[in-house]
């Protein structure tokens, strides 16, 4: 099944990104491997990532230009960077990557330990935001409205939606309770959480 967390990976060598999907295999996350600057930012304009692993020596667009790029467009310019590179002249290397915008450096060979320990923080970090956004949607969806009478529906809303979902859930342990499959339970659970959620936010 396919994750729902998405890593770009930029490299012009096909050996380092497959190292880089392998380092990264363990992971919930989907790798999406690119070998060009160009390439990468052609990928950032369909799809979210909740990071970026961005090699500096490339040709025709090095990491850094790319970064810029990346940086100077609304849509992208939160995207974390983690630069990778080889060891020659990686000092002058890493100031120029973190002048750029990135949150952090690898001088390749690297500890394949530390890098999926980083990418974890990053991930991490990228779902705990994606579930912020989604509560605030919630919250605005069932809450809309200035006024007090607004305010008193709203609150009716999320509460209505807080009883749908926990009827699911109630339902969904009835049936695994008879034998039946419920398939959808770890589902109407995350749903019951994040309203859970946006009603302990909005109280």
Same mark, same amino acid.
């Given at each position: 099944? &396919?994750?729902? @967390?998405?890593?770009?990976?930029?490299?012009?060598?096909?050996?380092?990104?497959?190292?880089l999907a392998a380092v990264l295999d363990a992971l919930p996350v989907d790798v999406v491997p690119v070998t060009s600057g160009s390439a990468a930012l052609k990928e950032l304009?369909?799809?979210?990532?909740?990071?970026?692993?961005?090699?500096?020596?490339? &040709?025709?667009?090095?990491?850094?230009?790319?970064?810029?790029?990346?940086?100077?467009?609304?849509?992208?310019?939160?995207? &974390?960077?983690?630069?990778?590179?080889?060891?020659?002249?990686?000092?002058?290397?890493?100031?120029?990557?973190?002048?750029?915008?990135?949150?952090?450096? *690898? @001088?390749? &060979?690297?500890?394949?330990? *530390?890098?999926?320990?980083?990418?974890?923080?990053?991930?991490?970090?990228?779902?705990? @935001?994606?579930?912020?956004?989604?509560?605030?949607?919630?919250? #605005?969806?069932?809450?809309?409205?200035?006024?007090?009478?607004?305010?008193?529906?709203?609150?009716? #809303? *999320?509460?209505?939606?807080?009883?749908?979902?926990?009827?699911?859930?109630?339902?969904?342990?009835? #049936?695994?309770?008879?034998?039946?499959?419920?398939?959808?339970?770890?589902?109407?659970?995350?749903?019951?959480?994040?309203?859970?959620?946006?009603?302990?936010?909005?109280?």
């Open positions: 099944m &396919p994750n729902d @967390t998405r890593i770009l990976a930029v490299d012009d060598r096909e050996e380092n990104l497959t190292a304009l369909n799809d979210d990532f909740a990071l970026i692993l961005l090699d500096v020596v490339m &040709p025709e667009m090095d990491g850094f230009e790319t970064a810029e790029h990346i940086k100077a467009r609304p849509r992208t310019r939160d995207i &974390p960077i983690i630069f990778l590179t080889a060891g020659s002249g990686a000092g002058e290397q890493a100031y120029r990557g973190y002048a750029a915008g990135a949150v952090d450096y *690898l @001088t390749k &060979p690297f500890d394949p330990w *530390l890098l999926r320990a980083k990418v974890s923080v990053f991930v991490d970090l990228h779902r705990r @935001t994606v579930r912020l956004r989604q509560q605030a949607q919630l919250l #605005r969806r069932t809450l809309g409205g200035d006024d007090a009478d607004g305010a008193l529906a709203g609150c009716e #809303r *999320l509460l209505a939606a807080l009883d749908e979902r926990l009827t699911k859930v109630e339902d969904g342990v009835a #049936r695994l309770g008879s034998g039946e499959p419920a398939g959808e339970l770890g589902a109407h659970i995350g749903e019951l959480r994040l309203a859970l959620d946006a009603f302990s936010a909005g109280t």
